[in-house]
């Protein structure tokens, strides 16, 4: 981490003589934008998975799982800032539970993942209350909706350790990912091993959205998985311009969310910020869509 | 030269359902094999117990040549119409390892294009899946089954959605197949086209009704679509596959 406090140094006396915006003086600040250069690639490229393969709300529920995992954290006495622990053990195992019963049951998809978001969340919700004459409120509330002022050098290693993990993984198996979800009995013919594509991806959507947690919020991780991703889908009619463009709003979002209100001082919190910028690029590119002949599919 | 398929006692349960019982027919490189029946008949599930989809009874054996290769052409694709998946990343996603999103390496880049050319679908590269008509995403199935060449040609009822014209097509790429002396298992529903195209044809409903040289097989009530009326008792459907 040397390279990164020399690189800090340095974007701080930037900031002081005004080249880069003033709050990046700050070392939360600076911490909360490596994290959003971090993320931001990661879930840019996660979504196009995330909606080519219409897995939206199982990250939902994953980050409802993440409200019980902090509170088990809590409760086995994991430090109540960084439950890191507790928070991938219970979602991990929440998840593969999840999988598993999806797959050994003919319940629709979409009927499953709202039974297991709704345990989770009431869940989460009661052992949150159950333990929060136990911590500040404060930490309840950045757990749902992020804050940049807790994130610190762990963080940004879990993150960073998390989403190298993550590319490595998703990369080499993306065709295999999104074929088994077009069509998995050809994927099979092709040799794919369509579940263990399917629990490898619940996986790295959960090992994502439970180190986002800390600057993004359990509530809003899922957010921004989804709207660069349908952003992009807006205006691209080709994988390699929607992953790009997805990268590029997630990135943006991210920069954007963290940086404007440190230099307006509007009082929001760091997710929310963030995800009202990804609603604005996909308000902007919806209207594109609708009023740019060029962005407009034909009918058939 | 394609495999040599015998499919000896084949028999499928889900719960307490029999959906297949003691199947048994043969596969031979050069022909084409329809398999026929009334709707949930069991000749899907025939399918995906050959390609070792589904956990099943019984004994399927597969003499293979130098090629190991199947092409399968299924139903659908099941997605998302906006999804912004062109025909080249279609393409690319089922040829390599390389993730769609970077582009068609060089080296498929030939085969490609020849599979497109041959469904005639060359100059719809760029075009969106979603944006295709049911009878050319039929024919871009078809395509990507030809990628590497194959051996054996599974077809899973992939004429539903197509013209005239999409229909010469496969045709036509059918007896090419079959003349290079691959081998191809074909569920239909188009009892004409079975007559027509067909070398052979098993009628599946639950279990083998008849199996056999399709000129044998297919009575005039089957021609209609009354499968277990008329079917030829001479037929020694279990000594078939032996």
């Not at chain 1, 333990?131 to 749902?144: C, D, F, G, P, R």
């Not at chain 2, 030269?1 to 596969?27: C, D, E, Q, R, Y």
């Not at chain 2, 393409?91 to 041959?118: H, S, W």
Request: hydrophobic share 50%.
């Amino acid at each position: 981490m040397m390279g990164l406090e020399g690189f800090q140094q340095e974007i701080m006396m930037m900031a002081g003589r005004g080249i880069v915006p003033w709050a990046l003086y700050y070392e939360f600040v600076f911490n909360a934008v490596i994290c959003a250069l971090i993320i931001g690639p990661v879930l840019g490229a996660l979504g196009t998975m995330v909606v080519a393969k219409r897995m939206a709300f199982f990250s939902q529920a994953v980050g409802n799982a993440a409200l019980t995992g902090v509170a088990i954290g809590v409760l086995i006495g994991e430090s109540y800032t960084s439950p890191y622990i507790s928070m991938f053990s219970f979602c991990i195992l929440f998840a593969l539970l999840l999988n598993f019963t999806r797959n050994h049951t003919k319940m629709a998809s979409d009927t499953l993942i709202g039974v297991f978001l709704s345990i989770s969340l009431a869940l989460g919700a009661s052992l949150l209350l159950f333990i929060s004459a136990k911590v500040n409120t404060h930490i309840l509330e950045s757990i749902l909706f992020g804050s940049i002022l807790t994130v610190n050098q762990l963080d940004i290693s879990v993150l960073f350790f998390v989403s190298v993990l993550v590319l490595a993984t998703g990369i080499p198996l993306f065709n295999r990912m999104l074929l088994s979800s077009l069509n998995p009995a050809l994927a099979h013919v092709r040799g794919v091993k369509v579940q263990l594509m399917e629990y490898i991806f619940v996986l790295m959507i959960t090992v994502v959205t439970v180190a986002c947690v800390k600057i993004i919020g359990a509530v809003l991780v899922e957010a921004l998985l989804l709207i660069p991703a349908a952003a992009a889908r807006n205006l691209n009619r080709s994988l390699g311009g929607f992953m790009l463009w997805s990268v590029i709003f997630s990135v943006s979002s991210c920069l954007m969310g963290i940086i404007i209100p440190m230099q307006f001082d509007i009082p929001i919190p760091s997710g929310g910020a963030i995800i009202l910028c990804a609603a604005c690029f996909f308000l902007i590119t919806s209207l594109m869509r609708g009023f740019m002949p060029q962005f407009r599919e034909a009918k058939i | 030269m394609g495999p040599k398929i015998s499919v000896l006692n084949l028999g499928l349960s889900l719960g307490n359902s029999t959906i297949l019982s003691n199947i048994n027919m043969l596969a031979k490189p050069g022909e084409v094999h329809c398999i026929v029946g009334p709707n949930g008949g069991g000749k899907t599930s025939t399918l995906r117990c050959i390609l070792g989809q589904m956990p099943h009874t019984g004994d399927i054996q597969f003499e293979w040549g130098e090629n190991k290769c199947i092409g399968y052409v299924p139903q659908f694709l099941d997605f998302d119409k906006t999804l912004p998946v062109t025909v080249n990343n279609f393409m690319t996603m089922v040829c390599q390892n390389t993730p769609a999103f970077l582009g068609l390496r060089k080296k498929y880049r030939e085969a490609v294009a020849a599979a497109l050319d041959i469904v005639k679908l060359n100059g719809k590269e760029k075009t969106m899946i979603g944006n295709l008509s049911g009878g050319e995403r039929q024919r871009l199935l078809f395509a990507q089954a030809l990628i590497p060449e194959p051996s054996l040609v599974v077809l899973d009822e992939p004429m539903t959605s197509l013209d005239e014209a999409g229909i010469t097509i496969f045709e036509d790429l059918i007896q090419d197949l079959t003349a290079r002396g691959k081998t191809l298992l074909w569920v239909n529903h188009d009892m004409a086209q079975v007559k027509r195209v067909s070398t052979r044809v098993t009628v599946i409903d639950t279990e083998v009704i008849a199996s056999g040289p399709t000129n044998e097989i297919l009575t005039e009530p089957m021609m209609h679509g009354n499968f277990r009326a008329g079917s030829p008792p001479s037929i020694k459907v279990s000594g078939e596959a032996a």
